[in-house]
């Protein structure tokens, strides 16, 4: 019988070098990650906030929410999922750089449209008079 892969992942604390079975792994709450890197936490985030067993117990002894590492992430990825079903991800973008000046080619293609129909209302009058 030959055993599953376990996918191992390190403590990130540092000086530990514990390395641990994902599922024995743990990472401070979504939202205080979320403070600390200023943005919206992905799966792939998780991975730089990994703790082991005994910091996560130290951690949790400041005060610190710790959870399941597997169960968060499983979490992040629903989220993702449900961010592309309901096309938030786009609403979030439109707060970007990138996503205002997708916004703003909208807007031109808008006025281009409108100035188009416009010209064409111009030459029907221009012919028919
Ligand atoms: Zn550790």
């Known amino acids: 019988m030959t055993n599953q892969l376990v996918a191992i992942v ?7 070098k514990v390395r641990m079975a994902e599922e024995r792994a743990f990472v401070p709450a979504v939202d205080d990650i979320r403070k600390a890197i200023g943005r919206a936490v992905t799966p792939i985030d ?35 999922a449900d961010h592309q079903k309901s096309g938030s991800v786009f609403a979030k973008y439109s707060q ?12 031109v293609n808008k006025a281009e449209t409108h100035s188009k129909k416009r010209r064409k209302e111009a030459d029907a009058t221009s012919c028919g008079g």
């Open 96 to 107: 970007t750089k990138v996503g205002m000046a997708m916004a703003a080619v909208k807007i």
């Open 10 to 16: 390190a403590c990130v604390f540092e000086g530990c």
């Open 46 to 80: 998780l991975a730089d906030h990994i703790y082991c067993g005994y910091h996560s117990r130290l951690a949790r002894g400041t005060g610190m929410r710790m959870y399941g590492f597997v169960g968060t992430r499983r979490l992040l990825e629903e989220r993702v």
